[in-house]
């Protein structure tokens, strides 16, 4: 399907240029708004964000566009996306609106839109606000006495706090654990903390200082050596890595070694299987989960399906299959019993409530399998579809072939900013890495 401003995980891009506009974020809101106005009751939207600069104008013009067509807004300032969608059910919204780039850099912003049920919207909604987008909004503005209402929620940040414990054993406890967590300068830098805390542990906090601009810099669950040398540094038990809107995790365990999505999916099979509480006989991943993942689930009598990359194909592969446990390598992790969509901080409790139940360290429970050798590089391009040449192509070819059915490539276009992915999995790395090499500089040449 071809899109002109929606990508994999929403609209995203460059502040102020491109899709990432003012003038282009109030008519999303005004098309959204119009859709998702249904009946004769006074319509409501949340609005929360991250801690980008450009959040302020990028808020401000959404309001502008759903005032417009008549629905209120209520606005939440800094807020993970989870917690958006969370209140987005909880306030009986007629939708809700996230301000993020995720984990990319303070110059990127996007918006996420979610249904009334917090879930992420679907293919045949997003390209029916971008049909409207360019055609019609005029028609559908409220007359003056129908405008809508802007107004701030200031408990948004404690109903979510509330909201997570209560996704924590009662029976359980994290006192007499001391936790890193990095929040990466981002949406969750008050809520995460406090909820640690509030759950007992000692809580040391990094990446808590957002000025507008260090939003996922050298920090966060895209930078996790900041993490690791803290948890060292401390003698932390554990450490907890967030992105920038706290959708995504990754841990570490008290030696500062990564568990990864991988990892966390694993950990969570394996302990709620033995409980009962799995379902669906495994959980879902991605094409990029490690191929020892799959082994170790199938050691356990448990399967691993796959679905494309982006935490929205997890969850739709999760309803269709029945699962509950889902997500990916990167650290979206999705708990459907939990949440509809992928929340780092519930992710990392359900993890710490296992090390709290069994009452071992990180390091003797949460590394379950041993990863087969991945080598990943990203590629930027400026223009074009580096993709659909034929050189890259056939180095692509080539590449497969000279695995030779010994391991796996992947190599894809991110869905959220201007980048090749290349992946290759398999036993030798020393391959993998000539074949990823090759892929690589092939791509340079032709995005040049």
């Excluded at 009751?41 to 949340?46: A, F, G, I, M, P």
């Excluded at 929360?48 to 300032?77: C, H, N, P, W």
């Excluded at 568990?259 to 009962?276: E, H, M, N, P, V």
């Excluded at 982006?310 to 699962?323: A, F, L, N, P």
């Amino acid at each position: 399907m071809s899109r002109k401003y929606f990508g994999t995980d929403g609209i995203r891009g460059r502040a102020n240029s491109g899709a990432m506009t003012p003038g282009i974020a109030m008519r999303a809101g005004m098309a959204a708004g119009r859709i998702f106005t249904r009946g004769d009751h006074r319509h409501r939207v949340v609005i929360g964000k991250d801690t980008r600069l450009s959040g302020y104008m990028i808020e401000s013009a959404l309001v502008a566009g759903f005032t417009a067509v008549g629905m209120d807004v209520f606005q939440f300032g800094p807020l993970p996306t989870p917690a958006v969608a969370m209140l987005t059910r909880s306030l009986r919204a007629d939708m809700g609106v996230m301000i993020t780039a995720s984990h990319n850099q303070y110059q990127d912003n996007g918006i996420k839109f979610f249904g009334p049920d917090g879930r992420k919207l679907s293919d045949e909604h997003e390209a029916a606000i971008e049909a409207l987008m360019d055609n019609g909004l005029e028609s559908g503005l409220a007359t003056s006495p129908k405008l809508g209402r802007a107004k701030r929620i200031d408990d948004a940040q404690a109903r979510y706090i509330e909201f997570v414990k209560n996704t924590f054993s009662r029976r359980l406890t994290l006192e007499g654990l001391r936790i890193v967590i990095d929040c990466a300068n981002g949406a969750a830098y008050k809520v995460a903390p406090a909820a640690l805390w509030e759950l007992g542990a000692e809580v040391v906090p990094i990446g808590v200082t957002p000025d507008g601009f260090n939003i996922n810099s050298g920090c966060g669950s895209t930078d996790t050596e900041t993490m690791s040398a803290k948890v060292r540094e401390m003698r932390a038990n554990f450490g907890i890595a967030l992105d920038g809107d706290a959708d995504r995790v990754v841990m570490s365990d008290e030696h500062g070694r990564i568990i990864d999505g991988d990892q966390i999916l694993a950990l969570l099979a394996r302990s709620w299987s033995k409980s009962g509480h799995l379902k669906g006989g495994g959980v879902v991943g991605t094409v990029m989960s490690n191929a020892g993942l799959d082994r170790y689930l199938k050691s356990l009598d448990l399967k691993l399906a796959r679905a494309q990359v982006g935490d929205r194909y997890v969850i739709e592969q999760m309803q269709k299959g029945g699962y509950n446990v889902g997500g990916e390598q990167s650290g979206h992790i999705v708990l459907s019993d939990f949440s509809p969509t992928g929340d780092g901080l519930i992710a990392a409790l359900q993890v710490l409530a296992v090390l709290a139940a069994e009452k071992k360290p990180a390091s003797e429970v949460a590394h379950l399998f041993e990863p087969m050798p991945q080598v990943m590089e990203n590629v930027r391009f400026q223009k074009g579809s580096p993709l659909s040449n034929a050189r890259v192509t056939a180095c692509i070819k080539d590449g497969e072939a000279r695995l030779n059915g010994s391991g796996r490539l992947l190599v894809r276009k991110s869905g959220t900013e201007p980048v090749i992915r290349i992946m290759a999995e398999g036993d030798d790395e020393a391959l993998l890495r000539a074949v990823v090499n090759d892929v690589v500089s092939a791509i340079q040449e032709v995005a040049a």
